[in-house]
């Protein structure tokens, strides 16, 4: 699988076993609508759900282990006790998972830009987390949790990169981020489910002589397993290599991803376009704001238990109860992605998500700690602020690209910048602080929020001057910077 692909015309020459595509009924200045619509209808049935699901594995394999860590913890039969673990090595251990995030995220685009093609990689992926997470219910020991958190996190790293590599392969600019936010979305029902199947599960501790968190490991990890067959078997990877388009529909889907980037293309980038692309800085605005963004989103995904439980409520229910805080971000997400892209504004959008976000938790830390209700009302209202910003915020991102022969390379860095974002998360809720309601977590995170929408509200106006002084790209090509 590792053998360099020696044949590149399937993706630099739209070709297929060397026979090129005819393009016949493709209009080189204007994509017909009626044909585009059709078009996103097959590849909404093929790929979004797909990408959806699996993105959801993924977040439930990233996340179980923070419901594992009170469920059952009454009768000392949580992760933490099992594994003579303390509050501080559970965050060192979710940091590690963070450090190989960020670490592993541009080698693994790299590797499939390059060597393998996207749904060999992200089977490969899938099989090696989903082992891996079902050896988690065979831990005895914290160095065993330590190393398992840390290979789970360098094959998960490449993961969501990869479903934006394809996304991007297959849909214009401007029909990216509500795909996006659909499979974006699946990570908040992953939030929802987690914690539904962790309520279930907990009734279940001692069955077969195992703890309820082994179970829960055991039958995620089982189900990422089988979910590698799909991968391979229903994910396209390029349009020039789809054997259920015809020859004028891998053409047309080609052709109309030529405005403003898109598609799959091997060229090597300049030096200079690599280092704009790192450095300049607007994107690094960009990367610090989804840093920012991150830290609110690694508190849900690994903290939500902790938080809820800090509510006064014993272990089991705090599984359930995590539920309602991700079912709201799920159709946040959704409403705003769509209108973000429909209405070319994503900066204005992803200001006022922030900035009600941003509220939310500075609310929680202000109430009184026997507020439960309100304190938890505003952990539904932070949850607006917080995974519903991600998907526009990452195909702004893309979208602005100095060059576009470096999305791939914008997409590895952007996302890899969660990995700081979750480390800066899984130190800010301090077990001390429980019974004073988690104060410097809930203002760590109004903060961020609070900074995001002034980043988003700056780059839009940024970007507005950009446009109106036609600034080109690094490559001096005309562009059209989007909102």
């Given at each position: 699988?590792?053998?360099k692909i020696e044949t590149q015309e399937h993706i630099e020459n739209n070709s297929?076993?060397?026979?090129?595509?005819?393009?016949?009924?493709?209009?080189?200045?204007?994509?017909?609508?009626?044909?585009?619509?059709?078009?996103?209808?097959?590849?909404?049935?093929?790929?979004?759900?797909?990408?959806?699901?699996?993105?959801?594995?993924?977040?439930?394999?990233?996340g179980n282990v923070g419901n594992a860590?009170?469920?059952?913890?009454?009768?000392?039969?949580?992760?933490?006790?099992?594994?003579?673990?303390?509050?501080?090595?559970?965050?060192?251990?979710?940091?590690?998972?963070?450090?190989?995030?960020?670490?592993?995220?541009?080698?693994?685009?790299?590797?499939?830009?390059?060597?393998?093609?996207?749904s060999v990689w992200m089977a490969f992926l899938l099989g090696c987390w989903g082992a891996l997470t079902l050896g988690f219910a065979g831990v005895n020991n914290y160095a065993t949790v330590l190393a398992l958190r840390l290979l789970i996190g360098m094959f998960e790293a490449g993961f969501f990169p990869a479903i934006l590599y394809v996304i991007s392969g297959w849909y214009p600019y401007n029909e990216r981020a509500v795909r996006m936010a659909f499979v974006v979305a699946f990570s908040?029902?992953?939030?929802?489910?987690?914690?539904?199947?962790?309520?279930?599960?907990?009734?279940?501790?001692?069955?077969g002589g195992?703890?309820?968190?082994?179970?829960?490991?055991?039958?995620?990890?089982?189900?990422?397993?089988?979910?590698?067959?799909?991968?391979?078997?229903i994910l396209p990877d390029y349009p020039s290599r789809a054997k259920f388009l015809s020859p004028s529909e891998k053409a047309f889907a080609e052709q109309r991803l030529k405005a403003r980037g898109g598609g799959f293309d091997k060229s090597h980038a300049s030096k200079k376009e690599l280092v704009s692309t790192f450095f300049s800085p607007r994107m690094l605005a960009h990367y610090i704001a989804y840093i920012a963004n991150v830290v609110t989103q690694g508190s849900f995904t690994f903290y939500t238990p902790t938080?809820?439980?800090?509510?006064?409520?014993?272990?089991?229910?705090?599984?359930?109860?995590?539920?309602?805080?991700?079912?709201?971000?799920?159709?946040?997400?959704?409403?705003?992605?769509?209108?973000?892209d429909r209405f070319n504004a994503r900066g204005w959008h992803i200001t006022a998500i922030s900035t009600i976000g941003g509220l939310g938790w500075l609310t929680a830390g202000l109430l009184p700690t026997t507020s439960y209700a309100s304190r938890y009302g505003c952990l539904c209202m932070a949850a607006a602020g917080a995974f519903p910003?991600?998907?526009?915020?990452?195909?702004?991102?893309?979208?602005?690209?100095?060059?576009?022969?470096?999305?791939?390379?914008?997409?590895?860095?952007?996302?890899?910048?969660?990995?700081?974002g979750q480390i800066i998360?899984?130190?800010?809720?301090?077990?001390?602080?429980?019974?004073?309601?988690?104060?410097?977590?809930?203002?760590?995170?109004?903060?961020?929020?609070?900074?995001?929408?002034?980043?988003?509200?700056?780059?839009?106006?940024?970007?507005?001057?950009?446009?109106?002084?036609?600034?080109?790209?690094?490559?001096?090509?005309k562009r059209i910077w989007v909102y």
């Open positions: 699988m590792m053998d297929e076993e060397g026979k090129p595509i005819p393009p016949e009924d493709v209009d080189n200045e204007e994509v017909d609508p009626r044909r585009n619509r059709a078009l996103n209808r097959r590849l909404d049935i093929r790929i979004i759900p797909l990408c959806g699901i699996l993105y959801l594995l993924n977040f439930l394999d990233r860590k009170v469920l059952n913890q009454e009768t000392n039969d949580d992760l933490l006790h099992k594994t003579g673990m303390t509050a501080d090595g559970y965050a060192i251990a979710v940091s590690l998972f963070s450090v190989a995030y960020a670490l592993f995220e541009v080698p693994s685009n790299w590797i499939m830009k390059h060597y393998v093609r996207p908040n029902l992953a939030g929802a489910f987690g914690g539904a199947i962790a309520y279930g599960i907990g009734h279940a501790n001692g069955r195992l703890e309820g968190f082994r179970w829960l490991f055991i039958i995620e990890g089982a189900i990422t397993i089988v979910s590698v067959i799909p991968t391979l078997l938080i809820v439980a800090g509510l006064g409520y014993d272990s089991i229910q705090a599984q359930l109860l995590v539920v309602p805080p991700w079912v709201v971000a799920f159709v946040v997400a959704l409403a705003v992605s769509y209108t973000a910003a991600s998907p526009s915020m990452t195909n702004w991102t893309i979208c602005n690209t100095p060059s576009l022969l470096t999305i791939p390379l914008t997409i590895a860095i952007h996302n890899s910048s969660a990995g700081i998360a899984q130190w800010i809720w301090k077990a001390s602080e429980e019974k004073q309601g988690f104060p410097t977590g809930n203002f760590v995170c109004a903060a961020c929020n609070f900074f995001v929408a002034i980043v988003a509200f700056s780059l839009r106006l940024w970007y507005g001057r950009m446009n109106a002084k036609g600034v080109k790209d690094v490559r001096g090509e």
